[in-house]
């Protein structure tokens, strides 16, 4: 049991391709080349806010079907998603907690578009 242990793992968020270089597979390459990257540093979980529409063919799944809460009401619930690598160890479940650099740059979950 690691109750109130944290650790240490990576946010794969905000990721996106200037529209005129859309549908080329550089998205595509980017998260395939992150994630194997981060499972070569042994990082036991990856998290990202986005469409699963488009994430589930990387196997993201909805954070909370893995005993996740998302860092921020601002989050749709859908659009947290995680994907367990393989350093994951079974007791790794709780809330994620963005540095603060994500709350500085206002990069967290939808935004007023009016603002």
Same mark, same amino acid.
């Given at each position: 049991?690691? +109750? $109130?242990?944290?650790?240490? !793992?990576?946010?794969? *968020?905000?990721?996106?391709?200037?529209? $005129?270089?859309?549908?080329?597979? /550089? =998205? #595509?390459?980017?998260?395939?080349?992150?994630?194997? /990257? !981060?499972?070569?540093?042994?990082?036991? %979980?990856?998290? %990202?806010? =986005? +469409?699963?529409?488009?994430? @589930?063919? &990387? $196997?993201?799944? #909805?954070?909370?079907? %893995?005993? &996740?809460?998302?860092? *921020? !009401?601002? /989050? #749709?619930?859908?659009? &947290?998603?995680?994907?367990?690598?393989?350093?994951?160890?079974?007791?790794? @479940? =709780? @809330? %994620?907690?963005? *540095?603060?650099?994500?709350?500085?740059? +206002?990069?967290?979950? !939808?935004?007023?578009?009016?603002?």
């Amino acid at each position: 049991m690691n +109750d $109130g242990e944290q650790t240490r !793992l990576q946010v794969l *968020s905000p990721l996106a391709v200037m529209p $005129g270089h859309q549908r080329q597979g /550089i =998205g #595509p390459a980017l998260v395939q080349g992150g994630l194997r /990257i !981060l499972a070569q540093r042994v990082v036991p %979980l990856v998290f %990202l806010e =986005g +469409d699963p529409a488009h994430y @589930t063919r &990387f $196997g993201f799944v #909805p954070g909370a079907e %893995l005993h &996740f809460r998302k860092p *921020s !009401l601002r /989050i #749709p619930d859908a659009a &947290f998603q995680a994907l367990r690598l393989p350093a994951h160890e079974a007791w790794m @479940t =709780g @809330t %994620l907690v963005y *540095s603060e650099l994500f709350w500085q740059h +206002d990069a967290v979950g !939808l935004r007023d578009a009016n603002a």
